[in-house]
């Protein structure tokens, strides 16, 4: 049975609060997830507003069919995609958009998917569970080099080589199938250490990053968004680990001004190609929002509005 847990939509003012630049604009959730920004971003907007949101996850997208709110449609899709959607419809700028690259409590809590290293679950790892491959038919096929490359850049994990071994072996005797066989895998490599939940947690996120193609559909996203934004369009995205925040911070720097020195005065032409400019430092979620919604804790957002040139 699924556990069932409310979720808590992080740095939810904050984000919003950012995003809402004109109350009669079209605004874009490319992560609907459990809903609470979106909702958020319908209470903000007037009766003119409009909200174009996306899931990948086909129950996510179910939930949000549910909204009775003629400005606001749910579409099936991941938002890397989201170019398709706006041309179908003849937007040619909208004025804001939203990403929480956070997985939500549904997903985690979710025995279906095989996400949390915490419960047991067959080894599915897909956001959209109606399409694409699942971990299991990847990891006991994989050859040694990709699963140790998965691993390594995805996870971060200091260990990876051992863990691939040990991948290597295990499935040549019993096909991995479940998170109770990894988990046992994992912890016959890394041995006895208190650290053990740190290394569960890195392996299963590169296995989910590598799966759903996250950081790929990021990149693509990012590019394709600021051709979209009108002026005083905003884009805010909050990241939950630092590869997330890596792309997301090296890319808003190509965009603003961040990358030119302070110390030289930049001349009219020069400001011209100066698109972009960020809108606050690095925002994290407060002592308090962590304490009520301890998943919060790792989160970081940044947020860049294009100039009125």
Do not use: C
Not at 123 to 133: E, H, S
Not at 164 to 175: G, H, L, V
Not at 292 to 309: C, E, G, V
């Amino acid at each position: 049975m699924n556990k069932v847990t409310e979720h808590h939509p992080v740095l939810l003012q904050e984000s919003i609060n950012l995003l809402i630049n004109d109350k009669d604009g079209i605004y874009l959730d490319g992560t609907y997830g459990g809903g609470g920004h979106s909702k958020y971003i319908l209470e903000k907007i007037d009766n003119n507003g409009k909200l174009i949101a996306f899931d990948k996850d086909y129950e996510a997208y179910m939930r949000a069919s549910l909204i009775e709110d003629e400005r606001f449609s749910i579409h099936h899709d991941t938002f890397a995609n989201f170019e398709n959607i706006l041309q179908f419809n003849n937007v040619k700028k909208i004025n804001g958009a939203l990403l929480d690259l956070g997985i939500s409590s549904f997903q985690l809590n979710d025995n279906k998917r095989g996400i949390s290293h915490q419960l047991e679950s067959n080894l599915d790892m897909r956001m959209d569970l109606t399409k694409g491959r699942t971990l299991v038919e990847w990891i006991n096929n994989a050859d040694v080099q990709e699963i140790y490359r998965v691993i390594k850049n995805y996870g971060e994990e200091p260990k990876a080589k051992k863990i691939t071994n040990k991948i290597i072996f295990f499935r040549q005797k019993k096909k991995i199938t479940t998170t109770t066989d990894l988990v046992e895998i994992i912890k016959l490599a890394i041995g006895h250490t208190n650290k053990t939940n740190k290394v569960l947690s890195r392996v299963f996120q590169s296995f989910r990053i590598f799966i759903n193609n996250e950081l790929d559909e990021l990149k693509i996203f990012l590019n394709k968004i600021i051709n979209y934004l009108d002026v005083n369009g905003v884009i805010v995205v909050i990241s939950f680990h630092s590869l997330e925040d890596r792309i997301v911070k090296r890319f808003f720097n190509s965009i603003t001004s961040d990358t030119i020195s302070k110390q030289i005065p930049l001349t009219t032409s020069e400001l011209k190609h100066i698109k972009f400019i960020n809108l606050s430092k690095p925002i994290k979620p407060t002592f308090e929002e962590v304490k009520n919604n301890p998943r919060a804790r790792s989160a970081i957002m940044r947020a860049a509005k294009r100039r009125n040139l």
